[in-house]
């Protein structure tokens, strides 16, 4: 009773109604406009694609609510039946009979869930996502259900005498529409209830609109104006299975399978026949093959479209990755493995941009070359490990130091240059001697329980007139860097003019 109580006040409860209403619902419009004349069954059973949708929605707890829904469909038919044939009571006994079809139709939603949710565990997503979950949708969730419970039920009603029997070649098509009836429902209603749980069902109502109405139009002229005016449905069709896809084309196939239903159970269209078991076999002979072709349009669409998704996003993704792979290899082009600063082929185009734009605009550059003192004793005290660990703490210091402008470069081996754009001769001997002293008070490292510490020599070379070429500017930055070796190491000098050295 808790249970119950639980479940009642529950949003699962709401859900449950909701689908039993609509069970309901459309179980009596069926009745009501599609049943067929002077018969107890409807040509078109849409309730046992709703019997469906409640078994999947709700598991265990929809049996219940198929069972009560179907049996309030039924009781009524045999009610009317009882009451014609003048047998005391009639409603108790019609309640009875109407549980047994009711029971019959409950079996026949959980085997097409079953088969569902077993085609799921096979290939691990839901029914109707690719053409070639058709033919098990059709057979084992569509036809095969209907089949078993709908044969089970045809001998029901014949040995009740709820139908009459007019001869076995009369009972077997009476048999035939009533199996026709319910794998149509479950064909037409379980696409759209795909649709819908995918969330592409509420994106597609909006813009296929215009469409349905084309559709309505087009089916009511066919059945009501000129029966062959149903032909014009083909291209309309063919449109929303493109465009649309599955989500459109369930829509569109709900709206003609229940006009030309109800057109012909009122006795219009180009389906008649002077028998009206052949009337309404006919009817499923157009109607069934529309479907099957369109259902397969549409996943093939939807087939389509994903793939063109996929490569979109593999050529994203690999359009990403070669950019990637670009700029890696960039890098290795214009950086020193090493230490991570730029290299000397970077350094050197820089510079030859810097040059001209310096002598086009009459701006003053210069250039500082910096060797690390007794860097030779590092690596043979201490290892190549450790001066590895030197030259990256060097390459630190001195990026941290830099403005944006400059441009810091590894030269080769423990000598370094440093681009100083629109700085004069005696600006860039401020600059060398703040950097001397930055590494003087900071480069050091821990080696092996050893500190290591280390200096710089600095060369200043200013950028002159009559310097042909960056060459010339770094021989004179060069011979000013050994000059400070020569006189002491850890300071920086400053070069010679160019002038000098032609005059020698």
Avoid at 136 to 161: D, E, G, R, V
Avoid at 305 to 317: N, T
Avoid at 448 to 456: A, D, P, Q, V, W
Avoid at 457 to 478: F, H, K, Q, W, Y
Wanted: glycine share 6%; net charge neutral.
């Amino acid at each position: 009773m808790k249970q119950a109580l639980t479940f009642l006040t529950s949003p699962k409860a709401a859900k449950a109604f909701l689908l039993l209403v609509l069970y309901l619902g459309i179980g009596f419009l069926s009745i009501q406009f599609a049943m067929l004349p002077s018969e107890n069954f409807a040509v078109i059973w849409f309730a046992a694609g709703c019997g469906l949708v409640l078994i999947l929605e709700l598991g265990k707890t929809g049996i219940p609510f198929v069972l009560a829904g179907s049996a309030i469909l039924n009781t009524p038919t045999y009610y009317v039946f009882l009451s014609h044939a003048g047998m005391n009571h009639a409603l108790p006994l019609s309640i009875i009979l109407g549980l047994i079809p009711a029971a019959i139709d409950t079996w026949q939603a959980v085997m097409a869930a079953n088969a569902w949710k077993a085609f799921i565990e096979k290939n691990h997503h839901p029914p109707l996502q690719t053409p070639g979950d058709l033919p098990y949708f059709w057979q084992k969730i569509c036809f095969m259900p209907a089949l078993i419970s709908m044969t089970l039920w045809h001998l029901l009603l014949s040995c009740s005498n709820t139908i009459p029997y007019n001869g076995l070649f009369s009972n077997l098509q009476q048999m035939l529409l009533l199996i026709l009836g319910d794998t149509a429902g479950i064909f037409v209603i379980t696409p759209i209830y795909a649709s819908w749980k995918s969330g592409a069902l509420r994106n597609i109502i909006r813009p296929a609109s215009p469409y349905f109405a084309t559709i309505l139009l087009i089916v009511g002229l066919g059945f009501m104006v000129h029966n062959y005016l149903m032909m014009l449905v083909l291209p309309v069709l063919l449109l929303i299975a493109i465009h649309f896809k599955l989500a459109g084309t369930s829509i569109a196939l709900f709206i003609v399978f229940t006009l030309s239903a109800i057109g012909t159970v009122f006795q219009t269209g180009p389906f008649l026949h002077n028998n009206l078991m052949i009337t309404f076999i006919n009817l499923q002979l157009f109607l069934f093959p529309l479907g099957l072709t369109l259902h397969y349009l549409a996943l093939l669409q939807e087939l389509l479209s994903r793939s063109q998704m996929q490569l979109e996003s593999e050529v994203a993704s690999r359009t990403e990755a070669l950019a990637a792979a670009n700029l890696r290899l960039e890098e290795l082009v214009t950086t020193d493995e090493l230490t991570g600063v730029a290299n000397r082929r970077e350094w050197q185009r820089r510079c030859d941009e810097a040059i001209t734009y310096a002598r086009r605009y009459q701006q003053p550059l210069s250039i500082l070359l910096i060797d690390i003192d007794h860097f030779k004793n590092v690596n043979d005290h201490h290892g190549h490990l450790a001066g590895d660990l030197i030259l990256k703490e060097l390459c630190r210091i001195c990026t941290t130091e830099l403005r944006a402008t400059d441009s810091f470069a590894r030269w080769g081996g423990e000598e370094f240059v440093l681009l100083l754009p629109g700085t004069t001769q005696a600006e860039a001997m401020l600059a060398g001697n703040k950097l001397r002293l930055a590494v003087e008070e900071q480069a050091q490292i821990e080696f092996e329980n050893k500190n290591i510490r280390i200096t710089i020599s600095i060369g200043v070379a200013m950028l002159e007139d009559t310097d042909p070429s960056l060459d010339c500017l770094l021989n004179r930055a060069d011979q000013a860097m050994y000059a400070a070796k020569a006189a002491g190491r850890n300071q920086v000098q400053c070069a010679l003019s160019s002038a000098y050295f032609a005059s020698r």
